[in-house]
């Protein structure tokens, strides 16, 4: 599968929204203050970097199965890359989680407490545990992300495997009208958090990229160019309506909206129509930050909390007036240089050990 370089500037502002949300709009204490209202209002859907991170997650992932199908190295390529890709990182931090709070290196119950079984963590299933009791502890909140993604890959390679294109298409349809259902039917955080009530957005990724792989019907959306421009119009009428009447994460309609604006924001990229919007997602800033988006995403939360306990003496991060600004911009400083080092010097060994294993071309008879 061909890198679009546009696809790393949609990463890179999936992270940026992450960060928008956790270092920004939950943190400031607006107050009497008009302007600082105004600003959690204007971000108030930054939440939904993770649903970008869905959706492009969806489309490379059934991407690249969908082309290698019929190698005889399918399976064992794919999970080989994603283990090596995901993993040790991923352990790392669960790792640690384990390990700093036990040997009395730092007290900081934002961080590591209430805990959820610590099994699920290791199994990646903490996001069942979550609609029950809350995303648990601040170190590993945002895992539920990963667990939700990795859950998809278990399946996903056998659905292609198995099924035409054609039934696939259908089957992505069917459990793309069934995931608001199924957030209905759920609520709480199960509505946010479960694999199958979240289906909306990675499969709505993954019709794009069969999408694009029909020549037929690709020419066809190609020339629908303008029309889709105006429906991500009304996607984001859509959105500001449901979200002043009062909708926000884990609502029944909201994440579908958000899945199909982001699903036409990427076929506008790929369509390569607008010289602009283009331009503006292959900029080197963007790629950049979509390269390390994996390191900020596990780093961001711990680093705050740390930065926040050290110059303000609370563990958890709050902007309570304007200098706490210079607190929050400390916290990105590093979160920047650690997931640049992480991507350098441990992340990339274990990416050259996935790249190792190929694809291997179907036999001919």
């Not at 009530?197 to 019709?207: C, E, F, P, Q």
């Not at 503006?280 to 926040?308: D, T």
Request: proline share 4%; net charge positive.
């Amino acid at each position: 599968m061909m890198r679009i370089k546009e696809l790393d500037g949609i990463r890179g502002i999936a992270i940026i929204l992450v960060l928008i949300w956790h270092y920004l709009v939950i943190q400031i204490q607006p107050g009497d203050s008009a302007t600082l209202g105004l600003l959690v209002k204007i971000f108030s859907l930054s939440w939904s970097g993770v649903d970008l991170f869905f959706v492009l997650s969806g489309y490379l992932i059934v991407g690249i199965l969908v082309d290698s199908k019929g190698s005889p190295t399918y399976f064992r390529t794919f999970y080989v890359r994603r283990i090596c890709r995901i993993l040790p990182l991923y352990y790392l931090m669960v790792g640690l989680f384990v390990l700093l709070p036990r040997i009395g290196f730092i007290n900081n119950d934002w961080l590591f407490a209430p805990e959820l079984p610590l099994a699920s963590y290791f199994t990646l299933t903490q996001n069942f545990f979550m609609h029950g009791q809350g995303f648990g502890p601040n170190w590993l909140g945002v895992t539920w992300s990963l667990a939700i993604e990795e859950q998809f890959y278990l399946f996903i390679p056998l659905l292609i495997w198995a099924l035409s294109r054609r039934k696939l298409t259908w089957f992505f349809v069917v459990a793309i009208l069934a995931a608001p259902l199924l957030r209905w039917h759920f609520g709480n955080l199960g509505a946010y958090v479960f694999s199958f009530t979240r289906a909306d957005s990675i499969l709505m990724g993954g019709l794009v990229a069969l999408l694009i792989r029909s020549r037929v019907t690709w020419i066809a959306v190609r020339g629908l160019y303008r029309h889709l421009v105006v429906l991500a119009v009304v996607c984001l009428f859509a959105m500001a309506y449901l979200v002043t009447r009062g909708a926000g994460v884990g609502d029944v309609y909201l994440h579908f909206m958000l899945a199909l604006f982001y699903s036409v924001l990427m076929i506008l990229t790929l369509a390569s129509r607008d010289r602009i919007l283009n331009s503006f997602l292959s900029n080197r800033f963007l790629a950049w930050v979509g390269f390390r988006s994996y390191g900020i995403y596990l780093f961001h939360q711990p680093v705050s909390s740390f930065v926040n306990q050290v110059m303000k003496g609370s563990a958890t991060p709050t902007i309570d007036r304007p200098s706490d600004l210079g607190v929050t911009m400390v916290s990105l400083f590093l979160v920047i240089v650690l997931s640049d080092l992480s991507y350098r010097y441990f992340e990339a060994f274990f990416l050259r050990i996935g790249r190792k294993t190929r694809l291997r071309s179907p036999v001919k008879n």
